[in-house]
């Protein structure tokens, strides 16, 4: 059964930092393409970027509103997904959500996230 | 940023059938990227329920279904029952943004 278990997330103030979080099991995660994908209270699904497989490259993508402030890693051998999020934002207020990239396409899988609070 | 765009809310009687629509543009639906479906209940997490355009995870009613024409994309719900409330996602790539899309969201309501 795959398990997307996120953890980290809390209250921050403007202008700080945090480090999400995802333990990964129930797939073979070093071959997957991880994403990360937020949603704000009421609001939509926003995806926030990816990181590809090792044996894709590794290299990651992220959407225009976090580039340059939020980076994903990954540590395979820990089945553990991280994002790293810098000079965090009140809007930057959300629930994230660790998925992995089905080949058939789509995210198939969804944990409960983890709530992050910019707040001064 | 949402780039794909859905109508803010539908609603019909139990029963009907009800549609809810996806634009996009050549750089992700038109490009000929795929679309995915998810549905939101009230105070859960988002749940697949179309991928690659028409095809249901096991477990989804086939009272849903998904279909793809040029630049846009729907899904469609028929026999609507009261679980169906929820808020509805489509969700595709985007080459020009080099990452993944979601579309405005739908809310359905029963009347």
């Known amino acids: 059964e795959v398990q997307l278990v996120e953890s980290g997330g809390g209250l921050v103030k403007p202008g700080g930092s945090l480090r999400l979080s995802c333990a990964a099991s129930g797939f073979t995660f070093s071959n997957a393409w991880m994403s990360w994908v937020r949603q704000a209270p009421g609001k939509g699904l926003e995806w926030v970027g990816r990181?590809?497989?090792?044996?894709?490259?590794?290299?990651?993508d992220y959407a225009t509103p976090v580039k340059g402030r939020f980076t994903i890693s990954r540590d395979d051998s820990k089945n553990t997904l991280y994002l790293q999020m810098n000079s965090l934002k009140t809007e930057d207020t959300a629930v994230y959500y660790c998925l992995n990239w089905n080949d058939k396409g789509g995210f198939h899988y969804w944990g409960q996230g983890t709530l992050v609070t910019v707040s001064s | 940023q949402s780039v794909l765009t859905q109508p803010p809310s539908v609603s019909g009687a139990p029963g009907q059938r009800v549609t809810i629509s996806c634009t996009g543009s050549s750089s992700n639906i038109g490009a000929g990227f795929d679309v995915h479906w998810y549905q939101q209940l009230p105070g859960t997490a988002p749940k697949l329920l179309i991928y690659g355009n028409s095809n249901r995870p096991s477990g989804v009613p086939d009272r849903f279904s998904g279909s793809k024409s040029g630049t846009s994309a729907s899904l469609a719900i028929t026999g609507l029952q009261a679980e169906d409330e929820a808020d509805y996602y489509c969700?595709?790539?985007?080459?020009?943004?080099?990452?993944?899309?979601f579309g405005t969201g739908t809310k359905v309501t029963v009347l």
């Open positions: 969700q595709s790539y985007d080459s020009s943004l080099s990452g993944y899309v």
């Open positions: 990181i590809k497989s090792k044996t894709d490259g590794g290299t990651t």
